[in-house]
């Protein structure tokens, strides 16, 4: 599969995150910024400490050794160590803290419209920049991966604060070559080329089927959790009497009366039969989800988010 990003001609590499790629609009650039700083004061205030505190290093490295004394587990007597010293010395081991979070976003034509002027995908851009910065602050690696039908941009994870401003800007001002969305062709990209274990944030609005398997196959290799981001459309039609609908992802246009009870009924009763679906995917894949709605304050589903995870590492 060829995949779609900002190369070195010469080299094929991808180009440095400098914040300052041509071509992109200068309030583009500057809506970046705004959200940084907002990310910045949300992380300074609340998150930095709840962050550091879930998401721990899963891993363990060789610290030192010394000696011996009763009451150690003799499991993690050093046998190599004692056969040259004729002494029993104990293993010793820190935590790595070197995590890789991977943000895995929907940008496909859904996530661009909307009745509001925000958009879900300015949302999800600001939420992702949260949890970036975060994880940049506790020295963790931080990748991203942009999808709609198909893989459209990947960023390999890196260190830096540098690297959260490409992060940003580029689901800010995504250029999708496919049209639709599927989830589960982003997972299996991200299995491809993600071999080590990683925190994926999966952040869509979870209106498209068929990615059951790759979920399950995606939660049990990383740590999945997924960020739900939609807006009231989404959920409830307006009693607006006729209307024509377009569909953001092929195009096709519908009227429908949604003054009609039963035509109003029919479109929520769908959804909520897809989110009844999804979160019982999630439940029994033991993924955690954020639910998050354009015009709405995020920082309460993250504080609940953090607080979950808290408990359950405490547990």
């Given at each position: 599969m060829k995949l779609w990003s900002r190369t070195?001609?010469?080299?094929?590499?991808?180009?440095?995150?400098?914040?300052?790629?041509?071509?992109?609009?200068?309030?583009l650039l500057q809506r970046v910024k705004l959200i940084e700083i907002k990310a910045r004061r949300?992380?300074?205030?609340?998150?930095?400490?709840?962050?550091?505190?879930i998401f721990r290093g899963r891993g363990i490295e060789f610290d030192e050794l010394r000696p011996y004394v009763p009451g150690d587990d003799v499991r993690s007597i050093d046998w190599k160590a004692f056969a040259r010293t004729g002494e029993p010395f104990i293993?010793?081991?820190?935590?790595?803290?070197?995590?890789?979070?991977?943000?895995?976003?929907?940008v496909s034509a859904s996530q661009r419209a909307g009745?509001?002027?925000?958009?879900?995908?300015?949302?999800?851009?600001?939420?992702?920049?949260?949890?970036?910065?975060?994880?940049?602050?506790?020295?963790?690696?931080?990748?991203?991966?942009l999808f709609a039908a198909e893989p459209e941009l990947y960023i390999r994870p890196a260190n830096g604060a540098g690297n959260v401003f490409r992060v940003v800007r580029e689901m800010l001002w995504p250029q999708p070559r496919t049209s639709g969305t599927s989830i589960g062709a982003a997972l299996q990209y991200l299995a491809d080329v993600q071999k080590r274990r990683a925190t994926v944030f999966l952040v869509s609005d979870f209106?498209?089927?068929?990615?059951?398997?790759?979920?399950?196959?995606a939660a049990r290799r990383h740590d999945l959790i997924g960020i739900r981001v939609r807006e009231p459309i989404d959920e409830a039609l307006p009693a607006a009497g006729l209307i024509r609908l377009a569909d953001s992802e092929t195009g096709a246009m519908m009227e429908v009366d949604s003054s009609s009870v039963a035509v109003r009924e029919a479109y929520a009763a769908h959804i909520r039969r897809l989110d009844a679906e999804r979160r019982l995917l999630f439940?029994?894949?033991?993924?955690?989800?954020?639910?998050?709605?354009?015009g709405v304050d995020y920082v309460p589903a993250l504080l609940r988010f953090f607080r979950k995870r808290a408990l359950a590492v405490a547990g």
């Open positions: 070195s001609p010469a080299t094929g590499t991808e180009s440095p995150g400098d914040g300052h790629a041509p071509g992109i609009p200068p309030e949300l992380v300074d205030d609340l998150f930095l400490g709840e962050y550091h505190a293993r010793r081991y820190r935590e790595d803290r070197d995590l890789t979070v991977i943000f895995a976003v929907d009745a509001l002027p925000r958009t879900k995908g300015d949302l999800a851009a600001e939420i992702c920049a949260v949890l970036a910065l975060a994880a940049i602050r506790n020295k963790d690696r931080v990748g991203l991966l209106l498209s089927t068929g990615y059951s398997a790759s979920i399950r196959s439940g029994q894949a033991g993924i955690d989800e954020i639910e998050v709605e354009v």
